[in-house]
């Protein structure tokens, strides 16, 4: 079991300061390696919250998250900033490249703390490896702004997947993506790399057929379609 997350509750407190807003209701799922996984839900319904709590960019109010033998709500920040940049990937609708750096300088971001192998160019073999796999490898020197953007979403995921992640987290990552482009992208984050686990926020019931286990999050709790 990669992924556990046990009776997880989140709420936000209203303006008026004198009720809180559920958005997550003793919420229960898990996630095995290599499992593909989809979250729909309307806009509002607490999807990209429940993403931000396992990618330990925010805690839930109650509950208990498990990730690879970790309980994340008992690490300290640092133990969590190197899991965010060793043991997860995060891929949004918008890439988030930087445009005054090439694809190969965007795509070793992440390398950059582990300095070792970066300097002995183990993470730009890599890096090369993996653009060859999404077919960009002719690409590597061109700057964000002359890619397209199913270009430019591929990239975002060899950036995702350069530090041998175990969990991909995507959140909406063809919300701006034509169909054709969205289904090859979604081809590419199941398959690119095997053992790794992938969840899915997506509005496209298409796509989320195409994952593993589908869920639609529904008055706080994930209710399973399959």
């Given at each position: 079991?990669l992924?556990?997350?046990?009776?997880?509750?989140?709420?936000?407190?209203?303006?008026?300061?004198?009720?809180?807003?559920t958005?997550?209701?003793?919420?229960?799922?898990?996630?095995?390696?290599?499992?593909?996984?989809?979250?729909?839900?309307p806009?509002?319904?607490?999807?990209?919250?429940?993403?931000?709590?396992?990618?330990?960019?925010?805690?839930?109010?109650?509950?208990?998250?498990?990730f690879?033998?970790?309980?994340?709500?008992?690490?300290?920040?640092?133990?969590l900033?190197?899991?965010?940049?060793?043991?997860i990937?995060?891929?949004?609708q918008?890439?988030?490249?930087?445009?005054?750096?090439?694809?190969?300088?965007?795509?070793?971001?992440?390398?950059?703390?582990?300095k070792?192998?970066?300097?002995?160019?183990e993470?730009?073999?890599?890096?090369?490896?993996?653009?060859?796999?999404?077919g960009?490898?002719?690409?590597?020197?061109?700057?964000?702004?002359q890619?397209?953007g199913?270009?430019?979403?591929?990239?975002?995921v060899?950036?995702?997947?350069?530090?041998?992640?175990?969990?991909?987290?995507?959140?909406e990552?063809?919300?701006?993506?034509d169909?054709?482009?969205?289904?090859?992208?979604?081809d590419?984050?199941?398959?690119?790399?095997?053992?790794?686990?992938?969840v899915?926020?997506?509005?496209?019931?298409?796509?989320?057929?195409?994952?593993?286990?589908?869920y639609?999050?529904?008055?706080?709790?994930?209710?399973?379609?399959?």
């Amino acid at each position: 079991m990669l992924l556990e997350l046990n009776n997880i509750s989140k709420s936000f407190d209203t303006p008026s300061g004198v009720n809180s807003l559920t958005i997550l209701d003793n919420l229960s799922f898990r996630v095995d390696e290599g499992e593909s996984v989809s979250i729909v839900g309307p806009s509002g319904s607490g999807k990209s919250t429940l993403l931000n709590i396992i990618g330990t960019l925010d805690k839930p109010t109650s509950g208990e998250v498990l990730f690879n033998g970790h309980d994340l709500l008992k690490c300290d920040q640092n133990t969590l900033a190197e899991i965010r940049n060793k043991e997860i990937g995060f891929i949004f609708q918008l890439h988030h490249l930087l445009p005054q750096c090439t694809v190969i300088e965007n795509v070793l971001i992440p390398t950059l703390a582990d300095k070792i192998k970066y300097d002995n160019g183990e993470q730009i073999q890599r890096a090369k490896t993996l653009l060859e796999k999404v077919g960009l490898q002719d690409r590597s020197d061109y700057f964000p702004g002359q890619l397209s953007g199913g270009e430019l979403q591929r990239v975002a995921v060899v950036r995702a997947l350069i530090n041998n992640p175990k969990l991909i987290l995507a959140d909406e990552p063809t919300g701006s993506l034509d169909n054709k482009s969205s289904l090859l992208l979604t081809d590419l984050l199941k398959h690119i790399e095997k053992k790794v686990s992938l969840v899915m926020v997506t509005h496209s019931t298409e796509i989320a057929s195409l994952m593993d286990k589908k869920y639609s999050l529904e008055n706080g709790q994930l209710i399973s379609e399959d």
